[in-house]
């Protein structure tokens, strides 16, 4: 009898908790000019990120993300000046409230989250 209890309950918070939003997900601005020109990063909830870069590879970049631990997030971009060009990003979760893109091993932006609307 109480398994018939607890084993659906066990199932109902494995499932709540795997579906947990990861600590970059949202909307991020860049805290200062940097040398790509970003001014803001979405991260979605559904596995997709958007940035514009407008200083050094200009276009919008297309982005497919996948958590690497709770704390940094890998995006699989793609710009749109060039569809065939693949480039991987990482989002580095540095607080609730700060975070920095890298790329190529390299801190190329800081950001602060912005408030959900």
């Not at 940097?34 to 990120?49: M, R």
Request: glycine fraction near 6%.
């Amino acid at each position: 009898m109480k398994l018939n209890f607890i084993l659906p309950f066990t199932l109902v918070f494995i499932s709540l908790t795997a579906c947990s939003p990861h600590s970059g997900a949202g909307k991020w601005q860049a805290i200062d000019d940097n040398q790509y020109g970003i001014k803001d990063l979405s991260i979605l909830f559904e596995g997709k990120a958007e940035f514009i870069s407008t200083k050094q590879d200009i276009a919008t970049w297309h982005c497919f993300w996948g958590a690497e631990s709770q704390t940094v997030a890998v995006l699989n971009c793609v710009p749109s000046s060039d569809t065939e060009r693949r480039e991987k990003f990482e989002f580095v979760v540095q607080s609730t409230e700060q975070a920095q893109l890298h790329y190529k091993g390299e801190m190329i932006a800081n950001f602060k989250r912005l408030p959900y609307k």
